[in-house]
Nanobody
């Protein structure tokens, strides 16, 4: 069972990235899914989450700039990052969450650096 994030990189302020979470040995279908990030200052926060019915939640800091989505046919969640700011610099993690929105499978992370 494994999650592998990709799509991170170094961009300038105002740029965009799309993060992808590839699942190995598990399915997101019918389950909750989230994206977390850890900043260079070791602040850890939930960025966004999505339920099986498509309902979404966003942290205030990314509302209007980030978009979470999932393609159940491909078993792949995504996080679109637009209008990036320096404070978005962090390691981003994909998670599979239980029914109470507690993550129980984590990816290894993908680095996003905005300068």
């Amino acid at each position: 069972v494994q999650l592998v994030e990709s799509g991170g990189g170094a961009v300038q302020t105002g740029g965009s990235l799309r993060l992808t979470c590839t699942a190995v040995g598990l399915t997101f279908e019918g389950g909750n899914q989230g994206w977390y990030r850890e900043t260079p200052g070791n602040e850890f926060e939930l960025v966004s989450s999505i339920a099986p019915d498509g309902s979404r939640w966003y942290a205030d800091s990314v509302q209007g700039r980030f978009t979470i989505s999932r393609d159940d046919a491909k078993n792949t969640p995504y996080l679109q990052l637009n209008s990036l700011k320096s404070e978005d610099t962090a390691m981003y993690y994909c998670t599979k969450d239980d029914a109470w929105w507690l993550p129980y499978v984590w990816g290894q992370g993908t680095q996003v650096t905005v300068s």
